[in-house]
């Protein structure tokens, strides 16, 4: 490890002891604490709101500027507004059952959400701030402190909002390190007391690894190879437009885009129609077109080139979705045409591999329990798309799956409800947050339990010397 990063680990444990020991003499955190420390988020991502989309596009190549606005600066403006909104009432006391006949003689119990105390923060590049800022929300409005280690991949970004979070919280509040994999190892091995990780499954292996050593609890997002399952009822227009937009957004580079889709057999050139006419329609251009996002850097460039090759060399045919005929060969960035590659087997990298580009594998099904089948065969994917008006097919699709989230009739879209839960189920994810959900994720549902005045373990012989009031209140407590 060099030096700047030594320096950076001795940083980082020292910030992480500062933060704990605020933490504590602060006490309870009041809703007023909690709304000031969100308000400041708020105002530096809409006084940023510019900067931070230059410097996302300096990171990508080329990104539009409209693109990291919507899905990067307000994505993570939102939840930060929702907690805000609602963290009185998430912070409320929740009354519980006590045990009968216990509550006949006044004793109750209740449980109260306690913040954690610091919670680390790994940030992917895709979305390097709303993927920041949105699981900070849920660790401010849950009473926390927090420190953020963003992604070496974005560096202007990263840079950008260690200076945002400097200029309005006190590093015992609220801290960002930068750096490369050495200060991301040595930052997910912090004897954190929550850490929040979004990212590939990989690297998440590590990651668990190394907060294990402090038993340290986790919530993982990571990704996985999320299907399109199109019915035979499904709108094909709409579908097409809706699947293609999914892929064409920030090109395909998004942990819950549609990786891979199933259509019935007698439709499959209907579908491979409608998916180059809504290409064409929402980008009639690629190369010179501002809309159209760059692969982040020529590492995933050449992977996502590889993906293709591989699929041709093992039987799959490649269908390259070009409407302008440019050419991709000479280009300033790394921009790629979406890419639909049919009946690649499974034994293809594009069939085994999250695409994490705009590459779409497409097969055919005579029925749709092949389309099941083949993805309860599979890791479980972050996302499933289920395309259709066949509510006895959707309800046999929900009930023979398992996923992290659904959208019905549309990709994506799961995520932007701050109300749902966010998250994965085994390789790709566990845990969750967004809403109320992340409030209770990032808290501690600590239990409170008030005896009663009464001497009620004498009245109910539960202390010896063991009597007939134990023998009665033995049988009271083993009635079927």
């Not at 029925?367 to 890791?379: G, K, R, W």
Request: hydrophobic letters at 40%.
């Amino acid at each position: 490890m060099t030096s700047a990063g030594q320096t950076s680990v001795i940083e980082m444990e020292q910030t992480l002891a500062s933060q704990k020991q605020a933490f504590i003499d602060e006490g309870a955190v009041s809703a007023a604490t909690r709304i000031d420390r969100i308000d400041r988020s708020i105002s530096q991502l809409i006084k940023y709101q510019d900067k931070l989309a230059d410097a996302m596009s300096s990171d990508f190549g080329h990104r539009p500027a409209e693109l990291s606005k919507m899905f990067d600066v307000a994505a993570g403006l939102g939840p930060m507004q929702h907690a805000k909104q609602h963290l009185k009432k998430w912070m409320r006391v929740e009354k519980r059952k006590t045990l009968f006949p216990l509550n006949l003689f006044g004793a109750r119990s209740r449980v109260e959400y306690q913040p954690l105390g610091v919670v680390g923060i790994i940030s992917p590049w895709n979305f390097p701030v709303n993927l920041a800022f949105a699981p900070l929300a849920n660790a401010l409005g849950a009473g926390n402190r927090a420190m953020i280690k963003p992604s070496e991949f974005t560096p202007a970004t990263s840079e950008l909002i260690k200076q945002m979070i400097e200029e309005v919280y006190d590093p015992t509040e609220v801290a960002v390190f930068t750096g490369g994999p050495d200060v991301g190892q040595a930052f997910s091995g912090l004897a954190f007391d929550h850490m929040i990780f979004t990212g590939a499954t990989s690297v998440a292996k590590h990651v668990m690894a190394a907060a294990a050593k402090n038993l340290v609890p986790l919530t993982l997002e990571l990704g996985g190879k999320s299907p399109v399952v199109v019915s035979r009822s499904a709108d094909m227009a709409l579908t097409c437009n809706r699947v293609m937009w999914g892929k064409i957004t920030n090109a395909g580079q998004i942990c819950l885009a549609p990786d891979y889709s199933y259509v019935a057999e007698e439709q499959l050139e209907d579908y491979i129609n409608g998916l180059k006419q809504a290409a064409a329609t929402m980008m009639p251009t690629l190369l010179a077109n501002n809309d159209y996002s760059s692969i982040i850097n020529d590492r995933h460039y050449d992977r996502l080139q590889h993906y293709i090759a591989d699929a041709k060399a093992k039987g799959a045919t490649i269908i390259e979705i070009n409407p302008g005929a440019e050419n991709f060969a000479v280009q300033p960035h790394r921009k790629m045409p979406p890419t639909l590659i049919l009946n690649a087997p499974d034994d293809a990298l594009v069939m085994q591999e999250e695409i994490f580009g705009p590459l779409m594998a497409v097969r055919s099904y005579r029925d749709l329990s092949e389309a099941v089948n083949h993805i309860n065969a599979q890791p479980r994917p972050l996302a499933l798309y289920y395309f259709g008006n066949d509510a006895r097919e959707q309800r046999y699709v929900l009930d023979h799956t398992i996923s992290g989230g659904v959208t019905i009739n549309d990709v994506l879209m799961h995520v932007a409800q701050e109300d749902l839960p966010f998250g994965g189920v085994g390789p790709s994810g566990m845990g969750c947050y967004h809403g109320f959900d992340g409030f209770k994720e990032l808290s501690h549902a600590r239990a409170i339990y008030s005896q009663s005045k009464m001497d009620l373990n004498g009245m109910t012989g539960m202390s010896p010397p063991y009597n007939e009031k134990t023998l009665k209140t033995i049988k009271q407590m083993l009635k079927p």
